[in-house]
């Protein structure tokens, strides 16, 4: 198994920057793919982003594209999410995932969850 913990989220106003941190623990080998998934009220949680474990392969949603940039250390076994231009609609909860699988952009690909991080953004 492994676990995974989301840090760095909080309250910013619009326009501002956060960084995002997941750090893993356990049987972190076995992890390929590593992404982040966001889920606002009463939305379903939906892509934002994700890497391969050479960093050599990165997706990105529409929407975050050219504002987020997502990338990973492993010699610390965690993985980054920088969040710059905020806007309101980024307001969610923030997941880190991990897949012993080549990343893709579907949660159902996706093995295991950190616990999330909340992230809002005021206008």
């Known amino acids: 198994q492994v676990q995974l913990v989301e840090s760095g989220g909080g309250l910013v106003q619009a326009g501002g920057s956060l960084r995002l941190s997941c750090a893993a623990s356990?049987?972190?080998?076995?992890?390929?793919?590593m992404g982040w998934f966001r889920q606002a009220l009463g939305t379903e949680r939906e892509f934002v982003a994700a890497?391969?474990?050479?960093?050599?392969?990165?997706y990105y949603a529409d929407p975050v594209k050219g504002r987020f940039t997502i990338s990973r250390d492993n010699a610390k076994n965690t993985v980054y999410l920088q969040m710059n231009s905020l806007k309101p609609e980024d307001t969610a909860i923030y997941y880190c995932?991990?897949?012993?699988?080549?990343?893709?952009?579907?949660?159902?690909?996706?093995?295991?969850w950190g616990q999330g991080t909340q992230v809002t953004v005021s206008s």
């Open positions: 890497i391969s474990r050479s960093g050599g392969t990165i």
């Open positions: 356990g049987r972190t080998f076995s992890t390929n793919g």
């Open positions: 995932t991990g897949s012993r699988c080549p990343p893709t952009t579907s949660r159902l690909d996706y093995d295991y």
